[in-house]
Antibody
Framework: QIQLVQSGPELKKPGESVKISCKASGYTFTDYAMHWVKQAPGKGLKWMGWINTYTGKPTYADDFKGRFVFSLEASASTANLQISNLKNEDTATYFC?????????WGQGVMVTVSS | DVVLTQSPATLSVTPGERISLSCRASESVDTYLHWYQQKPNESPRLLIKYASQSISGIPSRFSGSGSGTDFTLSINGVELEDLSIYYCQQGNSLPHTFGAGTKLELK
């Protein structure tokens, strides 16, 4: 069965970096794009961008340009999200989601807490 | 960016009733409009794709309609397990955007 399994929760201080992973199984990894979605506590869903799993090219929404990096370990069917210079407002759950224009499978989400 | 406006923000429902949720786009998204259900502390789940296409494993009481700028998600016979937040999302243009959600609560 198709699964996206994400890494565990993170507690970080402002200014630190974090790397979140999303391991796919049950399908051919390079056949589908991987998207990233942010959900701040008690808030709605915000699309961060996507990475072409065939070419490795990332595309970022405007609010996520600069400190956010999407990458792949294609041999391991894994997509990664790295956030540098963490800020309090980065506290959120981050989801990976498979799809083209809509997202049919989602990871379980990673809660990142930024606190001094 | 395409803005998706969902209404109402909250809907109080009685089990068994038929309800409709609205999603209006600030410009045409053709039928690249998808609906999700999210329960507390869970990941979103795709309910309807491309405005009206059903998803395997989703109960048949969920249906979608619309094209262009006006879309509707209908639930024919609400059940208690449907008390959740519902989001629409457009995939017609970048950035892909989500609506703010409609929360279904028990009347």
């Amino acid at each position: 069965q198709i699964q996206l399994v994400q890494s565990g929760p993170e507690l970080k201080k402002p200014g630190e970096s974090v790397k979140i992973s999303c391991k796919a199984s049950g399908y051919t990894f390079t056949d589908y794009a991987m998207h990233w979605v942010k959900q701040a506590p008690g808030k709605g869903l915000k699309w961060m961008g996507w990475i072409n799993t065939y070419t490795g090219k990332p595309t970022y929404a405007d609010d996520f340009k600069g400190r956010f990096v999407f990458s792949l370990e294609a041999s391991a069917s894994t997509a990664n999200l790295q956030i540098s210079n963490l800020k309090n407002e980065d506290t959120a759950t981050y989801f990976c989601a498979r799809g083209t224009t809509g997202f049919d499978y989602w990871g379980q989400g990673v809660m990142v807490t930024v606190s001094s | 960016d395409v803005v998706l406006t969902q209404s109402p923000a909250t809907l109080s429902v009685t089990p068994g009733e038929r309800i409709s949720l609205s999603c209006r786009a600030s410009e045409s998204v053709d039928t690249y409009l998808h609906w999700y259900q999210q329960k507390p502390n869970e990941s979103p789940r795709l309910l309807i794709k491309y405005a009206s296409q059903s998803i395997s494993g989703i109960p048949s009481r969920f249906s979608g309609s619309g094209s262009g700028t006006d879309f509707t998600l209908s639930i024919n016979g609400v059940e208690l397990e449907d008390l959740s937040i519902y989001y629409c999302q457009q995939g017609n243009s970048l950035p892909h955007t989500f609506g703010a959600g409609t929360k279904l609560e028990l009347k």
